[in-house]
Structure formats: structure tokens, C-alpha cells
């Protein structure tokens, strides 16, 4: 059973790598385009410290949809009654509306607040155009978020990726078109407009396949208060770990190092592509896996998918992560060194380039550990486990830092998510054998 399991997979997986090549690239070469386009400046700086925030702020509403507590609580609402299921999604797309709106209200003020206070003069008003349409994208982003669980939870996976890839279309086009007139300004818009589209897509894919239009309600039927209580660990966990990338914009921006901020965004958006795929492909699908061995308290099967995740993502992204390292010099150079990026800021991303790849490897073996933690409803400890990434993070963060400058801030993000690694696999060790010893004898 097991072995079937994993083939499945597998093969899911491997039907889902070559639609996720064609239709999500856009968003492999969007720092390439945005680099020749905008190259490194004191705006670019502030685009990014913006993006921070709110990316911050998007973890408190996406993470709960997308590999969280939604996908057992919808499968289990959805076997036992159909009307049931669609009260349910109405109450989790109003709710949904609701906080988005909140959130973007209050990290629109926060970040205007960290603006006033950074930077001055047309610097400022830069920033500060920024807010309000980064503010709508959180929004559009929340509704994408929970429209793409819903279809997962179904197994219809295909969807996401196609509709990523006609939303980054559309964001590319758009930041081509007005580039010129509106400078990084643009670029919230941009990912304003690849939201809305990409949203529309799946959100009417998902009406399609429930059957029943899905009007917004604030009621809050059993279904929705459990996972709300389930996810709320998940979501403050995520949250807090979204903390790192301010963190580390914001020690870049003591670096003596014209667009420093924006060097080590592209370093770790280069060293995010290995992992981009396994979590495209291969985490939606595992967690439906995992989620059925723990429902079933098939602990063997459960930990022997959890080994084979762990052996299969790990040796792929080590071999990936290798050939980045040695073939980082003309890589970069062939698709940076293009527009307005210059020869130093290509060498610079170069120096600091190895240091993020440190981290790639633990960083797939974190990924299946929490989705296996997930899968066994063990969401508390996801807060203490935020708590320990943003903390190891901001210490490193300032130890490194000192030592290695910016090269130690992509360190320092490396070395956390080895730390934590650890640390998920120990505790899920733990939970396992307490699993193991409340089966009934025999």
C-alpha cells in the first residue's frame, strides 16, 4: 500500500513538472527582466523593503489554505455532505475577504510609518506609492490562495500552474509597458494584475467543480471553526518566519554597498529555483499522501514516505544546488548582465550567490518535515518553531553580518534552515513513537 502510494507520487508529480516548466518560467526569469529593466538603485532598495512587508503580511492569510490543516478538514466535510461543503467554502471565502482587508489596512499603515521614518524627498514618495496598490495585491493574494487549496484538496492540480503562468504574462507585459513612465512603481500593479488574473482563473475553476456559485458569508459552521483552530499555529508560525526577509533587507541596508538590499534579493531568488519545483510539484501532492497514512495510523507507511521525500528531494536539490555553485559565474553573467545591471553588481551576486546555496538542501528537507507535521495535525508547534527560525535568523543574521557583510546575511539564512531541519525531524520522531504507542495491542 505504501509502495503504491509513493508511485502515485511520483507519477503525479512527474505529470505536474512539465506544465509547471511552460506555464510558471515567467516567474523564473522576473528577476533577470527586472534586473536589466531597473538594475540596483535607492528606489529598487525601497521596492524591495516594501515587497518585504508585505510578503510578510501574505503569509498570515495564504499559508493557511495551501498545504495547511484545510486539506483534511475539506476531504472529510466533503465525504460526509455535499451541501455542507459548499456552507463551508461560502464561510471561508468571506472570512477570507474580511482579514485580507484588515491586514492590508494595517500593514499599509506600518509600512508608511517605517517609510517616514527611512527615507526622505522623492525617496519617500516613491515608497509610499507603493503601499496602495502592494495593499490590493494582499487581498487578490488571500482570495488566489484559498481558491488554489480548495482545487488541491480536490485533486485538481493542473489548474494553479496554468493560471500562474497566464497571470506572470500578464505582470511581465505590464511592467513592459509602463516601466518607463512609472519606474519600480509599476511593479506592485504588476503584481496587482498577475493576482486578479490568476485568481479569476482558479476561483472560477473552483465554482466549477463545487457545482454552486460561492457567495461570501460570515457564518461559521463547525467545520470552519476547527480549522481555524487548527490553523491558526500554522499561520502565526509562517508568519513570524516571513519576519526574515525584512529582517535581512533591513541589514542589508546598512551595508556600505550601493543597492545591496536588491543584490542579495536576486542572490536569493537565484537559489529559490531548485526548490521552486519540488514545492510546485511534489508538496501538494505529499501532503494528500501523508494526510491519508495519519487519518488511516499507517505510522509505518506514514514514515517510510516521509524517508523517501526526504532521500529523493534532498539528492535532487544537492545535485541542483552543485551546479549552480560551479557554473554560477557565466550563469549569472549570461542572464544578468543585461540593461541597466552592471559588471560589479553581477560579481557581487556572484560572491554572495554560494553562500544562499548552503542552504538549499535543508531547506527541501524543512519543507517535507513540516508537511508531515501538518499531516499529523500537529500544528502547535509550529509557532515555536517560527519563534526559533526569526530568532536564529536575526542572530546570525547580526554575528555573520559583521564578519562577511552581506555574504553572511545569506549565510545566516542557510544555517537556520539547517538548524531547523534538525529540529522538525527530532520532534517528528517523537510524535511517531507516542503515535506508535497509543495503537491498541495486536
Known amino acids: 500500500m505504501a509502495v503504491a502510494g509513493e508511485r502515485s507520487i511520483t507519477r503525479t508529480a512527474l505529470l505536474l513538472l512539465p506544465v509547471q516548466i511552460v506555464f510558471r518560467a515567467g516567474e523564473a526569469i522576473v528577476p533577470l527582466l527586472l534586473a536589466a529593466w531597473f538594475g540596483r538603485t535607492p528606489e529598487t532598495d525601497a521596492y524591495y523593503v516594501a515587497w518585504a512587508f508585505f510578503t510578510f503580511a501574505g503569509a498570515l492569510v495564504a499559508s493557511a489554505y495551501q498545504d495547511s490543516a484545510l486539506i483534511p478538514v475539506l476531504t472529510e466535510v466533503h465525504a460526509r455532505d455535499e451541501r455542507e461543503y459548499v456552507l463551508v467554502l461560502r464561510s471561508l471565502l468571506g472570512h477570507t475577504l474580511a482579514y485580507a482587508a484588515a491586514l492590508a489596512v494595517g500593514m499599509g499603515a506600518i509600512a508608511l510609518a517605517w517609510f517616514r521614518i527611512r527615507y526622505q524627498g522623492d525617496l519617500f514618495a ?5 503601499v496602495p496598490s502592494f495593499a490590493l495585491y494582499l487581498v487578490a493574494l488571500a482570495l488566489r490562495a484559498l481558491f488554489v487549496g480548495v482545487l488541491n484538496q480536490r485533486g485538481k492540480y493542473f489548474v494553479h500552474p496554468v493560471a500562474s503562468g497566464v497571470g506572470i504574462v500578464v505582470a511581465i507585459g505590464t511592467i513592459a509597458a509602463f516601466r518607463d513612465a512609472l519606474g ?18 482558479t476561483g472560477r475553476a473552483a465554482v466549477v467543480l463545487v457545482g454552486s456559485p460561492l457567495t461570501p458569508t460570515l457564518a461559521r459552521p463547525e467545520p470552519v471553526r476547527r480549522f481555524f483552530k487548527l490553523v491558526t499555529s ?23 554597498l550601493v543597492g545591496g538590499g536588491t543584490l542579495l534579493r ?13 514545492q510546485a510539484t511534489v508538496f501538494p501532492v505529499l501532503l494528500s499522501h501523508l494526510s491519508r497514512d495519519a487519518a488511516d495510523r499507517r505510522w509505518d507507511a506514514f514514515e517510510r514516505t516521509v524517508v523517501r521525500a526526504l532521500l529523493g528531494v534532498c539528492g535532487l536539490l544537492a545535485v541542483m544546488s552543485a551546479l ?32 544562499a546555496l548552503c542552504g538549499v538542501v535543508p531547506f527541501g528537507a524543512l519543507l517535507v518535515l513540516a508537511r ?33 557583510g552581506l555574504r553572511g546575511i ?11 531541519a534538525v529540529v522538525f525531524w527530532v520532534r517528528l520522531r517523537t510524535k511517531l513513537a507516542d503515535a506508535r504507542a497509543r495503537l491498541p495491542a495486536g
Open 126 to 130: 516613491v515608497a509610499a506609492g507603493l
Open 184 to 201: 519600480v512603481r509599476i511593479l506592485p500593479i504588476a503584481w496587482l494584475a498577475q493576482e486578479i488574473v490568476t485568481g479569476a482563473i
Open 234 to 256: 500554522e499561520v502565526v508560525g509562517s508568519a513570524i518566519t516571513r519576519i526574515n526577509p525584512v529582517v535581512d533587507q533591513v541589514m542589508a541596508g546598512l551595508s556600505s
Open 266 to 278: 536576486y542572490a536569493f531568488d537565484v537559489a529559490s529555483l531548485p526548490t521552486s519545483a519540488a
Open 324 to 355: 549552480l555553485f560551479f557554473f554560477r559565474g557565466p550563469i549569472l553573467r549570461l542572464v544578468f548582465l543585461h540593461g541597466a545591471m552592471d559588471p560589479a553588481g553581477v560579481d557581487d551576486m556572484a560572491a554572495i550567490l554560494p553562500y
Open 372 to 404: 508531515a507535521h501538518v499531516a499529523l495535525q500537529n500544528s502547535r508547534i509550529m509557532v515555536s518553531m517560527g519563534i526559533l527560525n526569526a530568532a536564529l535568523n536575526a542572530v546570525f543574521d547580526v554575528v555573520f553580518f559583521h564578519f562577511i
Open 410 to 420: 545569506a549565510l545566516s539564512t542557510s544555517m537556520m534552515q539547517l538548524a531547523i
